[in-house]
Structure formats: structure tokens, C-alpha cells
């Protein structure tokens, strides 16, 4: 079991930057290599301007329908008032919000195509994300640590556990590919240039839904997310984040027992 943080560590050897002993038996390793920390704080941006422009929009007709068209007698999900505080902007206004949504949509994307590029260029998401047969073998035991709430902080925690990996990797390539798609085949310019997609979701209506879908998810992710980096220690996460340094703690000796 590894505790969750948006990244682990690179390996040590190729990073450049040996670990740094500090008192107490604890170490400095080197985590996040740059283009992580900037990509990580401009999808921060861009995701909280996405999710409250989003919300502007989905207000000026916050029911979900399934099919080519709203019938609006009969929507799938229907919204009560959205409160104007977690709008961008503030207040209700279709035409701002739609374009500081297209804008910072478009940020995130080529942000993470940069982050994507230097993930496979270096390796980094085989390394690091994908799940070995050995980290689905440990998945059910994984499962029960989560649910204790342990999340170690010694030499464990340098490298990803099974939940980890299949967490960021339905994200990378099953949620965040959902959002992009459904975005795009709801884009009159996009659907003049090559209309298929909107068929491929079903309907203007079932892209509409879809891609609420996959922003709710993602809104989950923050949540859980944010909420383990908080648990497992803000200070040393954000240190993390913003420096690229972790503190890892000794290993608690074996006659000790487990303190959980």
C-alpha cells in the first residue's frame, strides 16, 4: 500500500536528484520534476473555470435529456436553481460563460497533450501508471487498506498502488477522452467540419448528458483526491507540489506492530 498523491516519485537514479537525508531517520526524495508540478497547477485553473462556467451554462437549462432532442416535459435529470456563487460569471449569462468555457477548455487540452508528450517520451506512464499483473493480484488487499484509512508514509509511498494506477488511467484514458468528445460533438463549428461524432453519441441531447457525466466524475476525482491529500498530510503534499521534495519517514521497525 502507497499513499495517494497526485504523482510519485521519479525513479530515484534517473531523476538527477539523489535523495537528501534529514533528522529523525526521514528522507527528501525528489517527486515531481517540473513539468508535472506546472501541468498539475494550470489544470487546477483551468478545471475550476471549466466546472463554473459549466455550471453558468448547464443553468440556462439544467435539465439532461437522452436522444437527438429535450422534450422537457420528461428530462432524464432535472437541477433546482444553481446558486450564483459558483458561477463564472456570476449570475446568469450564456453567451460569457460559453466563452470562458471554450477558452479554458481548450488550455486543458493542450496542457495535457504537453503532459502526455512527456509522460510516454520519458517513460514515466509505464513506469509509473500502468498495472502490472502483480498490482491486480493486490488489488483486493489494497482495497481493504483504503478502507482502514492507512495510507503508509515510509518507502512505500514512493511508487503507486494498484488503485492508484487504475484510478489515473481510467481518468487518462476513459474520462477525460469522454469529456473531450462529447465537448467537441456539441461544437456547431466542429460538427460543420465533420458531423460524426454527434451521431456517434447518440444525439445532441445524449452528448449533452454524457459530458455532464464525465465533468461529475471528474468533480468526484477532485474531491476524493483533495480530501487523501489532506489526510495524508497537506503540508508535506503541496511541499511536494510546488517544490518537487516529499519527506518520507522511517519505516517503522517490525517489533513495533503496525500503529494502525
Known amino acids: 500500500m502507497t499513499e495517494i498523491t497526485a504523482e510519485t516519485a521519479p525513479d ?24 508535472v508540478r506546472i501541468s498539475h497547477w494550470l489544470n487546477v485553473v483551468a478545471v475550476v473555470v471549466l466546472i463554473m462556467s459549466g455550471l453558468n451554462i448547464l443553468a440556462a437549462h439544467p435539465q439532461l435529456y437522452w436522444g437527438l432532442r429535450s422534450t422537457f416535459d420528461d428530462p432524464w435529470v432535472a437541477f433546482g436553481t444553481i446558486p450564483s456563487w459558483v458561477m463564472l460569471p456570476q449570475g446568469r449569462n450564456l453567451a460569457e460563460a460559453r466563452h470562458w468555457h471554450f477558452f479554458f477548455a481548450w488550455v486543458f487540452v493542450v496542457n495535457g497533450l504537453i503532459y502526455l508528450a512527456y509522460g510516454f517520451v520519458t517513460r514515466r506512464f509505464g513506469r509509473r501508471l500502468w498495472p502490472t499483473g502483480a498490482d491486480l493480484k493486490g488489488f483486493w488487499p489494497s482495497v481493504k487498506e483504503h478502507a482502514r484509512f492507512h495510507f503508509p508514509k515510509d518507502d512505500e509511498a514512493r511508487t503507486y498502488n494498484v488503485i492508484q494506477k487504475l484510478t489515473y488511467v481510467a481518468m487518462i484514458l476513459i474520462v477525460l477522452p469522454m469529456m473531450l468528445i462529447t465537448g467537441l460533438s456539441m461544437s456547431p463549428g466542429f460538427n460543420a467540419i465533420g458531423g460524426i461524432l454527434l451521431e456517434l453519441m447518440g444525439g445532441r441531447q445524449s452528448a449533452r448528458t454524457l459530458h455532464f457525466i464525465s465533468a461529475a466524475l471528474i468533480v468526484g476525482f477532485i474531491v476524493i483526491h483533495v480530501g487523501l491529500v489532506i489526510w495524508t498530510g497537506l503540508y508535506n503534499n503541496m511541499r511536494a507540489m510546488i517544490t518537487g521534495w516529499f519527506v518520507i519517514e522511517p519505516s517503522p521497525r517490525k517489533d513495533e506492530g503496525d500503529p494502525s
Open 12 to 35: 530515484r537514479p534517473a531523476n538527477g536528484h539523489p535523495d537528501r537525508p534529514l533528522p529523525d531517520g526521514r528522507t527528501d526524495t525528489y517527486r515531481h520534476p517540473p513539468v
